[in-house]
């Protein structure tokens, strides 16, 4: 009687992924996320009280494994893409997409439909804003637009970066450009 053993795969535990792993988990976890039975088990692990983020890690493991990489290792590797491949800006483009697609994947759950298709909506609004912010500036010197970014960036630091924060309306541009052409404090020189 012969014992027949089936060897155990070896996982990759060390090195570093390469880009093309990565961007294998990206494409495979935006389409695993995109699936409704996924939708179905991030939702449900909300409703029992556990976080979204759990489970978009695990799918996450569960896609390392179907790699051949061992999901500790992944997982550690994911973790210091940003840095490794920080030149390489597709790559950078790809991982802040997977990013993004996690924490929505992770918002539909914890918001559910109705809420996530209506903040979705407010984004996408406050999107085409900014964009015919950013037209409009484009009308105006290098100076006023380091200005206007400037003016910009101090609302937005005071609204702790909420998202109508992030828009100025042509009247607040034309404002910040007067401003800077004629200043209403001109300290006199004697």
Known sequence: MSVSSTATPQL?????LSREQFLHLFNRFT???SQPDVKKRIADA?????EAVAV???I??????????DPRFGLSCLGKANTVYEN???FMICFYKFIAREEMACDEAELGPDEFTERMRSQQMLQEQQLEMLKHMRKFHLD???AILEKLRQQMENANYEGGASVL????????VQRRVSPLFKPQWT
């Open 56 to 58: 978009t890690t695990a």
């Open 169 to 176: 309306s042509p009247e607040q541009i034309q404002e910040i």
């Open 31 to 33: 389409f695993l996320a």
């Open 60 to 69: 996450q493991e569960e896609i390392f494994l179907e790699m051949g990489v």
């Open 144 to 146: 006023d637009q380091s």
């Open 88 to 90: 390489d800006q597709d």
């Open 12 to 16: 990759q535990s060390s090195g570093m």
């Open 46 to 50: 909300v409703e029992d009280k556990h």
